[in-house]
């Protein structure tokens, strides 16, 4: 193995983020999901051809393109902005005070070390100081930013400052927990351990505000 792959593979053991932002190129949206798609393809096929199967197999055949449209369409989409769900807000003319909590929101994303599922959910609760937000937004976003490689640390900081922004707030708070197969399924093995993050701010500060929505996001299986 290389010196430079001995540096690869210690990095994605420590599972680092090294922004804030998702790391694109400047020219990620020249091309369109088709010609992504025709690209991927091709290389997939390579891929699976280098590892000695045979595309030619009926069972096989279709995989290059099934896999490409799946990238593209489904499991990578939220690196497209055009795929970014619209912020539904609204004046909280009920004059409601007190925090709303959506918990237990169900997400998949892909570990951006090693492209392999993270399997989680999500606790997200906020304060309005004015602003409410269509609460199936919450679970949008989640899953936005859930579609694209990740680091959970990165996930959880991005729907924090996200809701943020849309409700004109810093009382907001965000939970992430998620089984990583980079962890489960190669490396450790270890099939029981999951992370959990957390981002918060504004009156989420107050360990017994924290508390009271630890105890509502609790629920019995």
């Known amino acids: 193995m290389s010196e430079e792959n001995k540096k ?5 053991e420590m599972h680092q983020m090294t922004s804030l932002e998702t790391p694109m190129r400047s020219d990620a949206f020249d091309k369109t999901d088709d010609q992504k798609i025709k690209i991927i393809q091709e290389h997939f096929k390579i891929i699976m051809e280098t590892l000695g199967l045979d595309c030619t197999d009926d069972s096989l055949k279709g995989t290059p393109y099934r896999f490409a449209k799946m990238y593209v369409k489904e499991i990578f989409s939220g690196l497209n902005p055009k795929n970014k769900p619209k912020m539904s807000v609204f004046e909280n003319k009920y004059e409601y005070n007190k925090m ?4 237990h929101i169900t997400f998949n994303s892909s570990c951006e070390h090693h492209f392999l599922p993270i399997v989680g959910i999500a606790h997200v ?4 100081s004015g602003k ?10 989640v899953q936005y930013y859930g579609k694209r490689p990740q680091v959970q640390e990165r996930m959880t900081m991005q729907i924090f400052n996200e809701l943020k922004k849309a409700l004109d707030t810093e009382d907001v708070i965000v939970v992430v927990q998620a089984e990583h197969l ?6 450790v093995q270890d099939k029981t351990s999951f992370t959990t993050t957390i981002e918060y701010g504004g009156k989420f500060t107050d360990v017994i505000l924290q508390n009271s929505f630890f105890k509502l996001t609790e629920k019995e299986r």
Do not use: F, P, T
Request: overall charge positive.
């Open 8 to 12: 690869h593979e210690a990095q994605g």
């Open 100 to 103: 709303l909590v959506e918990s």
């Open 125 to 128: 609760g906020y304060i309005s």
């Open 132 to 141: 409410v937000i269509g609460i199936s937004k919450i679970n949008r976003i």
């Open 182 to 187: 980079c962890v489960s399924s190669r490396g």
